[in-house]
Nanobody
Framework: QVQLETSGGGSVQAGGSLRLSCTAP????????LGWFRQAPGKEREGIGG????????AYTDSLKGRFTISQDNAKNTVYLQMSSLKPEDSATYYC????????????????????WGQGTQVTVSS
């Protein structure tokens, strides 16, 4: 299991914003891709995007581009997911992961057991 600490989830009304945080050990944070994916009950995992921690390049899945922004704080070994204009369909458990597939041209959720990435953080958007 990769030791990633995810936080910042919660409940918000539609149209609101939330910022999720993911802190990684230094050896995981350095020269890697850290990103986000989500899974709602009964739905497949959905890649959101990622950021190259050795630089500043980001990647986003097209459907979320413009509402979701990924950034990093190198001094804190932390990446953030800023979500705005939230919709009820954004409700899901959000996971942070260290996987280059999230920094690809079409970010995809990593496969394998979810607990590899920790417990995630729940986001609930009410209408």
């Amino acid at each position: 299991q990769v030791q990633l600490e995810t936080s910042g989830g919660g409940s918000v009304q539609a149209g609101g914003s939330l910022r999720l945080s993911c802190t990684a050990p230094e050896d995981t944070f350095r020269i890697n891709c850290l990103g986000w994916f989500r899974q709602a009950p009964g739905k497949e995992r959905e890649g959101i995007g990622g950021i190259y921690t050795g630089g500043t390049s980001t990647a986003y899945t097209d459907s979320l581009k413009g509402r979701f922004t990924i950034s990093q704080d190198n001094a804190k070994n932390t990446v953030y997911l800023q979500m705005s204009s939230l919709k009820p369909e954004d409700s899901a458990t959000y996971y942070c992961a260290a996987d280059f597939i999230l920094c690809s041209r079409h970010p995809t959720a990593p496969r394998g057991p979810l607990d590899r990435w920790g417990q995630g953080t729940q986001v609930t958007v009410s209408s």
